[in-house]
């Protein structure tokens, strides 16, 4: 944790009561003491000073100040997923908020695992507390905003950015497209990630007609987590920034 995050329900009108564990890393991992001052961040409004004053068995009870309210990055950076193994999903959805991934979609491909789509993580919003450890990593406040669906023709209805990379083992590498990005000065962008199995012929041809561009990333096969870091890193190298 590089930055604490402070959400609605930890507010009682005054002050935020914090349990669990973040209570546990303020003490055990920062060893805060009662009266001291540390930063924080108010869930997708601003970014502050939190004031340890007051801590029970159950509890740490914080003042918060804010300094600076939320700018909207300039870049926005949309991920379509397909449904991916419970413990890869926290993963994706942890580095999207780390390093500002505006928008994620998870919808079904035609080589999806039908049961990734039962995970818990889609019962109550329990996704978004996975979200929550990847804004404290990469001390943001803005959590991105997550939709799913499990009907095989959603896609059909997407509108993908103008500038939309099918993540594509038979795909051009990023910098092959350098100079179209370069003429086209968009700040909207979409990453297209596919199942563990593999993209099939008619999944690649749906989404080369709607405009996406395929791109290799590695000559190596890698996990679906990997695949993303290394897109959005490539993307930060040839923009210059992801903010």
């Given amino acids: ?21 973040k209570k546990e890393h303020i003490l055990a991992v920062w060893k805060l003491k009662q009266g001291e001052d540390f930063p924080a961040g108010k869930l997708n409004e ?24 939320l700018k909207k990055s300039t870049i926005s950076i949309q991920v379509y997923s397909a449904f991916q193994r419970p413990q890869t999903t ?50 943001r406040v803005e959590m991105p905003i997550v939709e799913y669906s ?16 099918l993540l594509d083992l038979e795909g051009k590498r990023i910098f092959e497209y350098k100079n179209f990005l370069d003429t086209k000065k968009n700040n909207h962008f979409g990453l297209i990630l596919g199942p563990e199995a593999g993209i099939t012929k008619k999944d ?31 993307l930060e190298l040839v923009l210059g920034s992801l903010d």
């Fill in 1 to 21: 944790m590089n930055l604490l995050i402070l959400e609605p329900q930890e507010f009682d009108g005054k002050n935020y009561h914090i349990t669990g564990r």
């Fill in 204 to 234: 690649r041809e749906f989404f080369i007609q709607k405009g996406t561009l395929p791109l290799n990333l590695s000559n190596n096969i890698l996990r679906s987590e990997f695949a993303l870091a290394f897109a959005l890193s490539q």
């Fill in 150 to 165: 499990f009907n095989l023709k959603q896609k059909i209805n997407f509108q993908f950015p103008q500038i939309c990379f």
């Fill in 46 to 69: 601003s970014y502050g000073i939190a004031k340890f004053i007051h801590k029970s068995n159950s509890e740490i009870i914080l003042d918060y100040t804010p300094l600076r309210t």
């Fill in 90 to 139: 926290k993963k994706l959805l942890q580095l999207c908020a780390t390093c500002g991934v505006r928008k994620i979609l998870f919808f079904p491909f035609d080589k999806s695992e039908k049961a990734y789509e039962t995970s818990s993580l889609w019962k109550n919003k329990a996704y978004e507390q996975e979200l929550i450890l990847g804004l404290e990593q990469g001390k």
